[in-house]
């Protein structure tokens, strides 16, 4: 990397490092706005998530959930069962009704065991009928939310689109390091959210973004092998693919700390310790860019100028401070835009004054 290229690549860097100075570090998938655990929704029958019958491109798919009809009631029971039309709550049954009072002896009552045709009706509903309606409630119920979810959330995509992310998160790292509690997924895959109106689904689909490891979550601790971390930016990794998803997991996991340890456990890992683990509890959430766009792209820039990617003139003129740098720099541009100001074309009809701005333009760098 030559003089000129080091100075713009430290220039990059500074602004990456000015721009991270008023960025709020999310270093918990808590800090997001929603988030929904793989191990949860696979659960689901209405979602197809980690599915065969998924395309390559597809990660998840929510058809719409219809809740079952509560299930009628016997009518030898009418009377004796209220509010059963709750999942979440078992029928309650009275245990006794008034039939019919003597002034003498006060109210007769009638007790639901007094009659054992009655009590076996009851038993055989609640199990044949009420709890398989009830789990099967239950599960299109909260198929049915992340289906309502995904209903809002397209919605404010069609709106605000540039200033909220889908993304699908892999390898949950959870650690405590200098008393800062860290419960982030490292592995990190931009989605899209699609609709099908006709069908009645909603469809999170992979970019032509790819896959990336994220590091902003330990931003401002002390981490001997950050660099190392931070060179597998753009990673190379088939993020369906769960052993190339693994052995880069394990990578991170041994370059941040020596007790660091991978563990392909789906479900999340709760307590944060001292004891670094990457647990593989893939999940799906949703954020705000904010100045996370800003830092993907500098990171970028600083990647090209590693790899020695030709610098612009405009930039160039950045850092160059002699005279002749700029003497050469403004001939240099003054070449590759010769051509533009003898051969001006425009795709619709334009005035000599919109003529004379692009002429102005190409004979001066800036």
Partial sequence: MDSVQT??????????????????????????????????????????????????????????????????????????????????????????????????????????????????????WFLKEWIPWAKETKEKQKAKKFYDEMFTLYHLLQDEGDNWEIVWGQGLLTWEKDDVKIQRHPLVTPLELRFDAEQGLFTLCS??????????????????????????????????????????????????????????????????????????????????????????????VIHQLEQNYPIPETIKKLVLSDDGSRIESKAAYSREWKSLEDNLLFPLPANQEQKEIVHKLARNAG
């Fill in 7 to 124: 100075k713009v690549n430290q220039v990059f860097q500074y602004l990456c490092e000015l721009k991270k100075l008023n960025y709020r570090i999310q270093r918990k998938i808590t800090d997001f706005e929603k988030y929904w655990w793989q191990a949860d929704l696979a659960r689901l029958s209405d979602i197809w998530i980690h599915d065969d019958r998924l395309e390559n491109d597809q990660w998840v798919i929510a058809h719409k959930a219809v809740l079952p009809p509560v299930p009628k009631i016997p009518e030898q029971l009418q009377e004796w069962v209220i509010d059963w039309g709750n999942p979440e709550q078992k029928p309650e049954v009275k245990m006794q009704i008034p039939r019919e009072s003597r002034m003498e002896e006060g109210d007769i009552y009638e007790r639901f065991t007094d009659n054992k045709a009655r009590k076996e009706a009851f038993d055989h």
């Fill in 207 to 300: 970019t032509t973004k790819g896959s990336r490891v994220e590091t902003d979550m330990l931003l401002h601790l002390d981490i001997p092998n950050m660099s190392m971390i931070q060179e597998l930016d753009q990673v190379d990794v088939q993020p369906k693919n769960k052993g190339e998803v693994a052995s880069l997991l394990k990578q991170v996991a041994n370059m941040l700390s020596s007790e660091g340890q991978f563990i392909e456990d789906w479900a999340p890992i709760k307590q944060v310790t001292s004891h670094l683990t990457i647990s593989y509890s893939p999940a799906v959430f949703i954020r705000k860019t904010a100045g996370r766009i800003w830092d993907v792209e500098y990171q970028n």
